[in-house]
């Protein structure tokens, strides 16, 4: 795994650059676990890679190539994962669209091919990167191919920007940061959701969740971690109400979260199924 954060100005736009080498199949589909932000996502290889939307019915879809996944309101599924190397790159929260060339509200819950988002020239960036062999080679040259799409100014709506303010993620009254942004309710929302995707709201909802979940994927590497502290830290109103309101985002219990690592704490593992075993051998 590479990981790293890209020099200025794509730093303005891009929270990092990452690389992962799948040496053998990954036999098990997750729950990927919403962050608010939008996600560039390009395997060097043409195998199909599955995926469905949280529900009572399971319906798979596929894409290959390439793809942007949109911030997503909760948590959707990710199919056994076959080796080869993906490369990609998480963006800042509602910076996506000044590289995307789209406004966010248009990509919540999707997961868009970057063929159908940039046509030819998509394709044309998953032929030459997988053509490149070094891996830091392949980051640096999707870092300059990013770099290329800045539509500028690189910049976001100062009201916008206001309620994205890390000492203001904390807050919990959506209706006192619209307030002191100076626009109306309806029209903050509007400004908001198209930069982010998601409506202030549901944002500091996926907010909060997300700051649980870093200290429950340590907890499950070093003895665990209390529900009720986690809980308390997040500023929830106590252990049901963050416990209804991680089922409701992730899909099972907070007991019953299980990351791959402690560092992939948006990935919640799934032990296969029939479904999944089905994906294994459709894939081989």
Not at 17 to 27: A, K, P, T, V
Not at 48 to 62: C, L, Q
Not at 86 to 99: K, L, P, T
Not at 228 to 235: E, K, P, R, T
Request: aromatic share 8%; charged share 25%.
């Amino acid at each position: 795994m590479i990981r790293y954060s890209p020099a200025p100005p794509l730093d303005a736009a891009i929270d990092c650059i990452w690389l992962s080498q799948r040496r053998e199949h990954y036999q098990h589909w997750e729950h990927m676990l919403p962050s608010g932000k939008a996600q560039l996502v390009i395997p060097l290889h043409d195998t199909p890679i599955h995926w469905a939307a949280p529900g009572s019915k399971v319906e798979w879809h596929s894409w290959a190539r390439g793809v942007v996944h949109g911030p997503q309101s909760r948590y959707y599924l990710a199919g056994p994962k076959p080796p080869g190397v993906v490369v990609g790159a998480s963006f800042r929260v509602g910076m996506a669209a000044a590289i995307l060339g789209v406004s966010l509200d248009e990509l919540r819950d999707r997961h868009v091919s970057i063929e159908e988002l940039w046509g030819y020239r998509g394709h044309e960036l998953h032929d030459r990167l997988a053509s490149i062999r070094e891996p830091m080679d392949v980051c640096r040259a999707l870092e300059a191919e990013l770099i290329a799409r800045i539509r500028r100014p690189l910049l976001i709506h100062p009201a916008v920007a206001y309620a994205l303010r890390p000492e203001g993620l904390g807050t919990p009254r959506v209706e006192e940061i619209q307030r002191r942004t100076g626009y109306s309710p309806r029209h903050f929302i509007e400004l908001f959701h198209s930069a982010v995707g998601l409506t202030p709201k549901h944002f500091y909802r996926v907010q909060r969740f997300s700051s649980t979940l870093a200290r429950l994927a340590r907890g499950s590497s070093d003895g665990g971690a209390k529900l009720a502290d986690v809980a308390f830290a997040a500023g929830y109103a106590d252990q049901a109400h963050f416990s209804r309101e991680f089922r409701e985002l992730a899909g099972v219990a907070p007991s019953a979260y299980c990351p791959p690592a402690a560092n992939s704490e948006h990935h919640h593992v799934v032990t296969p199924g029939k479904k999944a075993s089905r994906l294994v051998r459709r894939q081989e």
